[in-house]
């Protein structure tokens, strides 16, 4: 059960009524950490939107992002924000937990919806379904109440955890650079506002407040991959590869990331092709010049453009293509091949052509996480 963190807060605040701990929030000031211009300056991206939909479980990280967003909203005219929960229906106790937001959230004058996701008996993979459905729920909800940003409380410790998370599986630059401040997602925006911000200083906003906040015991569990990655964490840390280290590695991927980006975009430019509904092509002879590297990037932007929605890469097989196409442009040998969909034909003069395939499933697992993240 997600139980309130009442160890923190001390036996007197604890007992104190929900609402009573809830409206703390308007009346207390801030700490020094997050003052009116700090606050202002993490929510800035958010004004001009139509409406923000908060995503709040009910833990410390999301209760501070709930507190934040309407002590911003206090101070200035901002757009409309509304709260979600999302009631997986793994634990029984989940249904009373998300009311519990809703009663805080009642108290801060926003409104609040309770989203709920059956589940039914999954035995595997349930962090990682349950982590897709609550997204599904999130931005399907946001979309019919009118919001054009959905917002999470992720934050810098869940930055390295996630850059550790991917590096420990081989991922390429654009998932090294961690989870986007902003991404496009759905048709919708999904924005990180808290990624600069330090769990601790999450928790001390919410005890120097005095609302409670509930603490999930999935997150101990040591059946979940990211649990034991955790308990990794002090032992890394000795070795030199502690949070900051991990963010530091995130940023200089993301730089490259983009460094990258920009001149397979230039070299993308220079490609002259025939393209049609579902067929590209193009003679590919003088790419066999170019760094792998750009070279796959433009395969792969190929590959995305003829699918009516974006396919799910994966990373090693798109390098295996890349590889043995670049080995057919230099030996003069025709290829044939498929990846994301799309029927790979190279001819002995160079000449690439893709063809969407129809019947298929396009998306694949992808090795390499998106540049938004899915955490």
């Not at 900051?244 to 001149?263: I, K």
């Amino acid at each position: 059960m997600l139980s309130p963190a009442t160890h923190d807060l001390g036996p007197d605040r604890a007992a104190a009524p929900d609402g009573l701990a809830a409206r703390a929030v308007e009346a207390a000031p801030l700490k020094a950490g997050f003052s009116p211009d700090v606050i202002a300056e993490l929510f800035r991206p958010w004004e001009t939107a139509r409406s923000v939909l908060l995503a709040v479980s009910g833990g410390p990280d999301s209760v501070a992002l709930m507190l934040l967003a309407a002590e911003w909203a206090h101070l200035r005219a901002t757009p409309p924000l509304c709260v979600a929960t999302v009631d997986h229906g793994l634990r029984k106790e989940s249904r009373f937990e998300a009311e519990q937001v809703a009663r805080w959230a009642a108290a801060l004058a926003l409104p609040h919806k309770i989203l709920v996701w059956d589940g039914g008996g999954l035995k595997s993979r349930i962090q990682e379904r349950a982590r897709q459905a609550r997204y599904e729920l999130l931005f399907k909800y946001a979309a019919e109440i009118g919001a054009d940003i959905v917002t999470t409380a992720h934050h810098a410790d869940d930055q390295a955890e996630t850059i550790l998370f991917r590096l420990l599986r081989g991922s390429g630059l654009a998932g090294l650079s961690g989870m986007a401040e902003a991404c496009a997602r759905n048709g919708l925006v999904h924005s990180r506002p808290l990624l600069q911000c330090g769990k601790a200083e999450l928790v001390a906003l919410c005890e120097a407040k005095a609302h409670p906040f509930l603490n999930d015991p999935s997150n101990q569990n040591p059946a979940y991959a990211r649990t034991r990655m955790r308990a990794l964490s002090g032992f890394l840390a000795e070795q030199g590869l502690d949070r900051n280290a991990l963010l530091r590695l995130g940023r200089r991927a993301a730089r490259a990331e983009a460094a990258l980006a920009a001149q397979a975009e230039i070299a993308h430019a220079n490609v002259i092709a025939r393209r049609e509904p579902g067929r590209f092509s193009a003679n590919f002879t003088w790419l066999a010049n170019v760094p792998e590297e750009i070279f796959l990037r433009i395969l792969a932007q190929e590959i995305k453009m003829l699918s009516d929605e974006e396919p799910i890469l994966r990373l090693a097989r798109l390098e295996a293509l890349t590889h043995a196409l670049r080995h057919a442009l230099y030996a003069g040998e025709a290829f044939a091949g498929t990846l994301g969909g799309c029927a790979v034909r190279l001819r002995r003069d160079g000449t690439l052509t893709l063809t969407r395939e129809s019947g298929r499933r396009r998306g694949l697992a992808n090795a390499q996480p998106t540049p938004c993240g899915q955490s």
